[in-house]
């Protein structure tokens, strides 16, 4: 086998295919599907729609929902905690906001509590790997907010309702809507920098599912830049954070409410005992379960804890029988495998197309029905293209952009892109890249209200790991918009909720009382919730580890 | 249609139950910390690091080029050249010799960005130490995202904040041009000060954005929302159906 930049020498055959229609495919699309069409692609070949895949929930206040295997599997779990262990008399951190997950909406929550009036040593952020290690750092493509001129916030509101398959929560989806502008504006006054055209406007895309132009973005590090700067702004403001010290359980008071949580310091496994007024809980999406074995975007600490540690303590859970797939994951060369082809390279003009180059798919249909398409052509019409390590995929026409646009849009947009393939020898430029859905957003989660108060008192929760926002199914740009949103609407309303709170005798009762509950519905599980860090050593190695 | 089943050969979790068919099995030696394992080729240092039997708890983040926690050095044998790389975005090679830099005990100024001073001194009076540079170039060279790292550096130097905001811009904040700088220079903090100031201070908020938020004020949408949000979903479904698209 001959490689040729980069591509085996049968892959560059297709290749050649895929250049000789270029060109009569520029400015030709087929048609975004109909409802009925949409329904009908959704049901054959969307990984959701496999009923087997899913179960119904034993336990709980959402015993008998649906869920996938892999997120029963961990809510059936054996807490890991051992409770008899634990000594609550003596508390390591007395506080009065407690922050779970140190990604995008646990540092936005962090800075608007302190703006409401917490002081800063009044607040913790406890997080897993590195404070910003998260799913924010990753987003590439963008942020939406309607502030054009023939946009405006009603119709972003039908745009995520739509795409939700009008399954949200009507009065979240418009505070998300309602609130957007105001979050580009606070980012501007912390010198967030978006791209501007010449006259100083903001650049604005469109996105899957959208019907106006609303993308704001940072090239195709837009989750870096944003995080980074509100990063920035929490260490300016001396917000405290403790790093590799995931929480693993959170803590009730003898009335009920929840009043803190158990840290563990991942390197010295001690346990903390963390006493707080309220907590919130951001601790993001759920991506390293891999549901049905899919290859995943998302950061190396996204294991569902926050859903887990929720439920232990009662909180109730919606839509997360759906999953959101990327249709755009690497799917060559192996070394990136499922990770995450910007949606702005469909958004900037590069057209999927299958084995013989030919179209087969709008480039903009929402998420879920872009993916099936790419599954229903390389699976019923076998129209996809099988690398030696036995990934199919169909190709997105990469070198259309600059076609389209102008020499040089790659470079001045899509740097981190290009850099990914790059690195192992593939010109983005000059070549397609090979695609394949991938796993990426945990579009259910943990109940909120307006206030992102969970049903249990004391824990409030924002960001990708809550749910009703979305409804079932995300849309480009509208999450990193969620953890800002939701975050700061977090912060300021605790500052507010912890006025009136008085926390009493700290108890783990609860994490008893669950493992009763899983022993009388006769569940015996042999796995371990939280999952914290998901083990990607090999099986074999594992078998012949010994504990010293 | 198991579609995952067959199409699953490259998922983390089945790296290791992939059979010796599927992949040309060359095995190669990379030493981790000087130690000699058997891995794989073609996987990535990070793959081949866990393949290994190492657990990450430090120096892994993304997984995916965006985060700068798998800041890695290393050296391949025979050589004298110290490189740096990725661990997740770098193919490990037969005899590399390699360390991870997980952490960088970096200098970062505290300010408010509000009370700062956006002139041609504001990035030197926070970081007085990149006055030190003796233009090695090292950064540079160091630098897995090929940034001109020297150049921001120079230019925040200069008080040139657009310049050193524009070149640092894809900056993963790994630390790896730290490390190597013989000026004790926090190259990333000095980026991000640089981006935050001409993001803040040097390119205005589009006047679309503001005139948005004076009509919001005034209420001008709450009507209208006040109607979306109660409509039943037959109506809701009637008028998504029909909104007209920006873009076909
Ligand atoms: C590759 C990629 C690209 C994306 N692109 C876009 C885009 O272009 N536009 C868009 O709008 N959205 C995008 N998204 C989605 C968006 O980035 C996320 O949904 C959003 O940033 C989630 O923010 P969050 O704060 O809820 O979670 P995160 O930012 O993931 O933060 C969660 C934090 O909690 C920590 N944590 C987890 N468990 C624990 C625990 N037990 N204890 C303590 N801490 C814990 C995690 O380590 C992490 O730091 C993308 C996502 C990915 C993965
Ligand atoms: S490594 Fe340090 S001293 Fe050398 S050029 Fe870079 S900033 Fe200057
Ligand atoms: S400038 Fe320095 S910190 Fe930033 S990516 Fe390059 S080497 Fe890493
Ligand atoms: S783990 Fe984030 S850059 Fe490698």
Request: charged fraction near 25%; glycine fraction near 8%.
């Amino acid at each position: 086998m001959e490689i040729i930049d980069g591509y085996p020498d049968f892959m560059m055959e297709s290749i050649k295919k895929v250049e000789r229609t270029r060109k009569s495919r520029i400015g030709r699309n087929l048609p975004r599907m109909s409802s009925d069409q949409r329904e009908v692609i959704l049901s054959k070949f969307h990984p959701d729609y496999k009923e087997h895949e899913k179960k119904k929930l034993q336990i709980g206040p959402n015993k008998g929902y649906r869920m996938p295997l892999e997120m029963i599997s961990l809510l059936e779990a054996e807490p890991f905690l051992d409770t008899s262990k634990v000594d609550l008399s003596r508390v390591d951190y007395d506080v009065d906001v407690l922050i779970i997950g140190g990604g995008g909406g646990g540092t936005v929550a962090s800075i608007w509590a302190n703006m409401s009036g917490v002081p800063a040593d009044r607040i913790l952020i406890s997080t897993k790997l590195r404070h910003g290690d998260s799913n924010s750092m990753m987003a590439q493509g963008g942020i939406q907010a309607a502030d054009g001129p023939i946009d405006n916030p009603p119709i972003h509101y039908l745009d995520i309702i739509g795409g939700g398959h009008f399954a949200n929560k009507p009065k979240l989806a418009r505070i998300l809507a309602m609130q957007a502008p105001k979050i580009i504006k606070w980012h501007e006054s912390l010198g967030v920098m978006y791209d501007k055209d010449k006259e100083g406007n903001f650049v604005e895309r469109p996105g899957g599912g959208t019907s106006r132009k609303r993308m704001h973005s940072s090239k195709d590090y837009t989750g870096m830049e944003i995080l980074r700067v509100v990063r920035d702004e929490s260490i300016n403001r001396k917000i405290p954070v403790l790093e590799f010290s995931p929480a693993i359980e959170l803590l009730k008071d003898d009335m009920g409410q929840v009043a803190g949580a158990i840290l563990m310091n991942l390197e010295t496994n001690q346990y903390y005992i963390v006493k707080a007024k309220v907590v919130i809980m951001a601790t993001g999406g759920w991506g390293r379960l891999h549901i049905q074995n899919f290859a995943t975007t998302n950061h190396y600490g996204a294991t569902a804890d926050g859903l887990v540690m929720a439920y232990h303590v009662g909180a109730k859970l919606r839509d997360l029988d759906s999953v959101q797939y990327h249709p755009t994951g690497a799917a060559y060369p192996e070394q990136i495998v499922g990770l995450l082809i910007t949606e702005k390279v469909r958004t900037m003009g590069a057209q999927p197309v299958n084995m013989n180059g030919e179209l087969f798919v709008n480039p903009l249909e929402p998420r879920d029905v872009e993916a099936s398409a790419f599954i229903r052509e390389c699976y019923e019409r076998e129209m996809g293209i099988t690398t030696p390590t036995g990934m199919t995929g169909v190709w997105l026409d990469s070198p259309m952009i600059d076609i389209v646009q102008g020499e040089g849009t790659i470079h001045a947009n899509l740097d981190a892109m290009y850099r990914m393939f790059q690195r192992f020898g593939i010109d983005m430029t000059k070549h397609p890249m090979l695609v394949f859905p991938t796993l990426h957003y945990q579009n259910g989660g943990v109940e909120i209200n307006e206030h992102c108060q969970t049903s249990v008192k004391g824990l409030f929760a924002a960001g990708e790991v809550t749910g009703g926002v979305h409804g079932k199914n995300r849309l480009m740009g509208n999450s990193l918009l969620d953890y800002n949103v939701f975050g700061k609407i977090a912060g300021i309303n605790v500052a507010e909720y912890i006025k009136n709170v008085k926390i009493g005798k700290l108890t783990l009762d609860h994490v008893d009382k669950y493992r009763n509950i899983l022993r009388d519905a006769n569940i015996k599980s042999k796995v371990k919730a939280p999952m914290i860090l998901p083990e990607y050593r090999e099986e074999n190695l594992m078998k012949r580890t010994i504990k010293v | 249609m198991k579609i995952m089943e067959k199409n699953s050969s490259a998922t983390e979790k089945e790296m290791k139950e992939k059979k010796p068919a599927e992949v040309e099995q060359a095995f190669i030696s990379v030493y981790i910390m000087g130690k000699e394992h058997r891995v794989p080729f073609g996987l990535t240092i990070m793959k081949a690091m866990e393949y290994a039997g190492y657990r990450f708890v430090r120096g892994a983040g993304c997984r995916a080029g965006f985060c700068g926690a798998c800041a890695t050095i290393y050296r391949m044998k025979g050589d004298y050249k110290l490189e740096t790389a990725l661990a997740c975005q770098t193919t490990a090679l037969d005899g590399m010799y390699l360390t991870q830099i997980p952490f960088m005990p970096a200098n970062k100024s505290v300010y408010d960005i509000e009370k700062l001073n956006p002139d041609i001194n504001s990035i030197l009076h926070l970081y007085p130490e990149i006055a030190r540079c003796v233009s090695c170039n090292m950064c540079t060279r160091s630098c897995p995202q090929d940034l001109e790292v020297m150049d921001y550096i120079q230019a925040a130097l200069r008080g040139d904040t657009e310049e050193a905001a524009r070149l640092s811009f894809d900056c993963i904040q790994c630390g790896l041009c730290t490390v190597r700088c013989m000026a004790e220079i926090s190259h990333y903090h000095v980026g991000q000060l640089a981006r935050r100031l001409y993001g803040k201070y040097y390119s205005p908020t589009p006047r679309h954005l503001t005139e948005r938020l004076e009509e919001m004020d005034e209420g001008k949408y709450d009507e209208a929302m006040d109607e979306l949000v109660v409509m039943d979903k037959e109506n809701l479904k009637k008028k998504y159906w029909k909104r007209d698209m920006e873009v076909k």
